[in-house]
């Protein structure tokens, strides 16, 4: 005799589910800063998982013939980690990137610490979508060297009418 039993088994739907802010809960100015290094270990993730076989990630020997003499960072690697972190903090849980814009000013080698700076400049609420602005610096020798900018017009999450979407 076979039992249908449903319960339990989709704890994950079940579960309330934390989301980020709304358009109504965000201002111009809010802001974020975040601090990453880049590791050999997330490059090579990276590359594994996009059968990227550019030689300015990887092979030092190529590379050392080249204007960089170091690998690099992919440069789509920085654009995730922007995206991460308004995924996971501003707005957060629930937004959706729909423009991005950046502008590569220096490379980025790897093992190096960027520091990225997030700032909420502009929100529209009859378009619902909040501009973002990022700056990416890293410190070397008592100085910051700016290392990209960009910015990111996100969609908010939207809030679920009767569902208490923050406990």
Same mark, same amino acid.
């Given at each position: ?23 109504? +809960?965000? %201002? ?11 590791? #050999? ?8 998982? &996009? ?11 190529? /590379?050392?013939?080249? +204007?960089? +003499?170091?690998?690099?960072? *992919? =440069? ?6 922007? &995206? ?12 959706? @990137?729909?423009?991005? =814009?950046?502008?590569? !000013?220096?490379? @980025?080698?790897?093992? $190096? &610490?960027?520091?990225?700076?997030? %700032?909420? !400049?502009?929100? #529209?609420?009859?378009? #619902?979508? @909040? ?6 610096? $890293? ?12 910015? /990111?017009?996100?969609? *908010? ?6 569902? #208490?979407?923050? $406990?």
């Amino acid at each position: 005799m076979s039992r249908n039993n449903t319960e339990g088994m989709d704890l994950y739907n079940m579960k309330a589910r934390k989301i980020g802010k709304t358009i109504d +809960e965000i %201002e111009e100015g809010d802001s974020l800063s975040l601090t990453e290094s880049i590791e #050999d270990n997330q490059i090579l993730l990276y590359l594994g998982l &996009t059968n990227d076989a550019n030689p300015l990630y990887i092979q030092h020997d190529y /590379v050392k013939e080249t +204007e960089y +003499e170091q690998p690099l960072v *992919p =440069s789509i690697m920085l654009m995730g980690i922007i &995206t991460s972190a308004i995924s996971k903090h501003l707005p957060g849980p629930g937004s959706h @990137v729909v423009n991005f =814009s950046i502008n590569f !000013i220096d490379p @980025v080698f790897h093992y $190096e &610490t960027l520091t990225f700076e997030f %700032e909420v !400049i502009k929100v #529209d609420k009859m378009k #619902d979508v @909040v501009t973002i602005s990022v700056e990416a610096v $890293e410190a070397t020798d008592n100085e910051e060297k700016r290392i990209l900018d960009a910015v /990111v017009m996100v969609k *908010p999450p939207q809030a679920q009418i009767g569902d #208490d979407i923050n $406990e």
